[in-house]
């Protein structure tokens, strides 16, 4: 909603199979995953993103209320490219 409010196209997926589905239809510039998926782990997503030749090049943003030292450098292992503590604001906006 934040992103739509400023005028940014976007596209939900609520799951990891439909979020992976998703971005190969549209090809977005950039990825906002959050971590916890419904029926699946943001983690397995992520991988998913990388090892795909399509998808490998988007950038990923990982969004995650989980512990944020347990988290953020997996999250940047497995090829995130940025890691954002949820509960976050729009003051970047």
Do not use: C
């Not at 196209?9 to 190969?24: F, H, I, K, M, R």
């Not at 998808?55 to 943003?61: A, G, R, W, Y």
């Amino acid at each position: 909603m934040l992103l739509k409010a400023h005028h940014y196209d976007t596209v939900l997926a609520q799951d990891g199979v439909s979020a992976v589905s998703e971005a190969l239809k549209h090809r977005p510039d950039v990825i906002i995953l959050d971590l916890g998926l419904h029926a699946g782990d943001g983690f397995k997503v992520l991988e998913w993103f990388r090892i795909n030749p399509y998808l490998s090049v988007i950038p990923v943003i990982v969004v995650s209320a989980r512990d944020l030292r347990a988290n953020k450098e997996r999250a940047r292992n497995a090829g995130a490219k940025v890691f954002l503590q949820k509960p976050f604001n729009d003051q970047p906006f």
